[in-house]
């Protein structure tokens, strides 16, 4: 049973959407989720899960942010968050824009869009991904809004649909 949290808390998030599952060999990529199920096994609140697009997801209601599931992640997509931050960026393709879009149907292509909307300075495009400072996010969603590929989403489903 997990805990009564206090806000702002803490929880897991996997930096992937799945979109790579529908490539497989020398097309799949290499940075994403792939479905392995260790996560799962390994969290003791039954608040990790494979969904629909096959990969790792984390039910925030359940998740306690023991870290459990990012320790045993073999491709190190799980991250550990501060919900009171509902930007997030799902994916951890570091491939450039072309090879990106070949491998994934959603990866991040490094555009800088996002990093261009955000007035904050928390979104850099490091390694040809997006990657949020949650320490200076204001969590306005404009990256979210912004993105050209959907990378980013706001995990309430406000400015962008819920996955």
Do not use: W
Request: hydrophobic fraction near 35%; glycine fraction near 8%; charged fraction near 25%.
């Amino acid at each position: 049973m997990a805990k009564k949290k206090k806000f702002p808390y803490r929880a897991a998030v996997v930096a992937c959407n799945g979109g790579c599952r529908a490539a497989e060999g020398e097309n799949a990529c290499k940075d994403g989720c792939i479905g392995c199920g260790a996560c799962v096994e390994k969290c003791k609140y039954d608040a990790v899960f494979i969904n629909e697009y096959g990969v790792a997801q984390v039910d925030e209601e359940k998740c306690i942010a023991c870290g459990a599931c990012t320790r045993v992640c073999p491709q190190k997509v799980i991250h550990i968050h501060e919900c009171a931050n509902y930007i997030v960026v799902k994916c951890s393709n570091r491939q450039k824009g072309q090879a990106a879009k070949k491998q994934c149907e959603v990866s991040c292509i490094g555009c800088g869009i996002c990093e261009k909307t955000c007035t904050a300075g928390a979104v850099k495009v490091e390694d040809n991904c997006a990657v949020i400072d949650e320490k200076y996010c204001l969590s306005c969603g404009m990256c979210a809004v912004k993105c050209p590929r959907h990378v980013i989403h706001d995990l309430r489903g406000l400015l962008t649909p819920e996955k």
